[in-house]
Structure formats: C-alpha cells, structure tokens
C-alpha cells in the first residue's frame, strides 16, 4: 500500500492548509505593497517636479503615503497574518492527530482491542476542540474534501504493525524531514543573499552621502538609499530566514534521529509510545513558529 496522499487526509486538515496559504499570501502581498509605497514616497520626496503651481513629485509622494495607511488599516482591520498563523496552527494539529490514529500513535492505541469506534469518536471529538479554537474567522472547505477519517486512514490502521511502522517513517518522518532540510537551506540561502545585498545598499548610500558632502549630486540620494535599505530590514524581519533556517535545521536533525529508532519498538504499546514521541518533536518545531510569529 502507497503512503497516504494530502488528499487522504482530513477535510479539517485540508480546509486548514489552504486558508493558511491564501492568509499567508495577503499578508505577504500586503507588506511589499506597504513597503513598495513608502519607497516610492521617499523617491518622490526627494525632489520636485514643476507643473504649473503645483508640485507633481509632493502629490505623488502624497498618494503612495496615502496607500501605504490604507495598507496599515488592511492589515490592522483585516488581520491576514492572524488567520495564517492560526489556520497553520490548525492544519498542523490536524495532521499530527491523523498520523496518530493511522498508525496507532497514542492516544489512539492499538493494544490488542481497542474499540475503533470509540478511537473514531476521540479523533472527532479533538477535531472539533481545534475548530473551536479559531477565533474571527471560519475555515472554508475545500471541494471533495468532506471526510473527517477518511477510508485510507481507517485501511492503514488496520495493517501490520510492521506495515504501519513503514508507512510512518516514509510518509510522516521522513517526508517532514526532507520538508524541514529544504527549507532550512532555502532560509540560509535567502539569508544570506539578503544580508550581502543590505550591506550593498548601506555602502551605495556612504559613497552617496560623501558625493553628497563634496556638492557632485544636488539630490537626496542618500536618503533615498537609506529607505531602500529600510524596507529590506523591515521585509527581513518579516520573513526571519535566519530564525526559520536555524530551527528548521534543529528539527531535520531530531527527525534524523528519531527515524533511526522507527524499527525498534516491538509491540504496540512501545509503538504508541514511539509515535508520541515522534509527533512531539514535530509539534515542538510548530509551537516555537506559532510562538516567534504572535
């Protein structure tokens, strides 16, 4: 039997993941929209454009601020950000309680007579509490994904325990590993890139500033430089490459680790145990994001 599929998983899961990502890309859009305006505001700020009795550079300036403050009423008002991080929080929480009543992860053990019916009804129960728990907003379902246990978690719970410790480690430990190892060089990368191209920026606006000094430029280039350079720490703070790089990292290694235990449990109860446990360090990465985002 193939691994479960994203389209196996729990409609909660499914709602979850997809209102993330909608909220994660408004609020994206809407910082390079506020930063891009208060640029533009600073280009135009520098110097003037005659036309007439007006100055053509202070109204634009005026209208990039303008946009920049309806931006910072979206984004105070609306909250995109809020419903990223709380419809993330969501899908994980979904997702880990899949995993668990798959493969017989605690607390929806496999021990030798466990009702079904009654792991099915604790499974419902702990989705509802995640439903419950979010707050201005509501998830909105995505097409065909209306089953809450869907008919390949049931079929992975009842194989083998040798089956559902395979199933486990490709599809759950391994797949977040390579998820967090991606990622955690893409961050570095980015990271990097973005550190070199600010001390670009900041060497560009001392040489404007000394061409400024000896009277070679008559505009505020300088100041523009500096707002440049602003917005990029402003935007980097808003993505934390270094931060995700590094606790991304962490996380690879402790999957790492626990993937070189998946084959040692021998009964159920050591598996529940183990999965627990695995699920645990996986929940742990999630809290501190959750954590360095609210």
């Known amino acids: 039997m193939e691994v479960i599929a994203e389209s196996e998983f729990p409609a909660l899961y ?22 891009s305006s208060l640029l533009l505001a600073a280009v135009f ?23 920049a403050l309806v931006t910072e009423v979206f984004l105070l008002t609306v909250r995109p950000d809020r419903h990223w991080y709380e419809a ?23 021990d030798g007579g466990a009702d079904d019916h009654g792991a ?9 509490g995640i439903t419950s728990s979010l707050r201005d907003f ?21 194989l083998p325990l040798e089956e559902r410790q395979r199933q486990y480690l490709i599809g759950r430990i391994n797949d977040q590993r390579a998820w967090y190892a991606d990622r955690a060089r893409r961050n570095e990368r980015r990271s990097a890139q973005w550190s070199v191209g600010l001390a670009a920026l900041e060497t560009a606006g001392l040489v404007a500033a000394v061409l400024g000094a000896v009277q070679l430029i008559n505009f ?54 183990f999965v627990d446990e695995a699920e645990e360090a996986i929940s742990r990465e999630h809290t501190l994001w959750w954590a360095s985002h609210t």
């Open 220 to 273: 505020d280039l300088p100041g523009i430089v500096g707002a440049v350079a602003a917005g990029g720490v402003a935007w980097l703070q808003t993505r934390q490459h270094q931060q995700l790089a590094s606790a991304y990292s962490v996380a690879a290694l402790e999957l790492a680790d626990i993937a070189e235990r998946a084959e040692w449990p021998r009964t159920e109860t050591e598996w529940a145990h």
């Open 14 to 35: 499914r709602a979850a993941d997809n209102s993330a990502v909608v909220g994660q890309r408004r609020f994206l859009l809407a910082v390079r929209f506020q930063l």
């Open 138 to 158: 509501a998830l909105v379902p995505v097409r065909g994904g209306d089953r809450q246990v869907t008919s390949a978690m049931r079929q992975v719970r009842t």
């Open 45 to 67: 700020g520098s110097f003037s454009i005659n036309a007439g009795h007006v100055d053509a550079a202070a109204i634009c300036a005026a209208a990039a601020l303008a946009t």
């Open 88 to 110: 993330r929080a969501a899908a994980e929480s979904a997702k880990t309680l899949a995993w668990r009543y798959a493969v017989g992860g605690q607390p929806f053990d496999l």
């Open 120 to 128: 099915e009804r604790l499974l419902l129960r702990r989705f509802t």
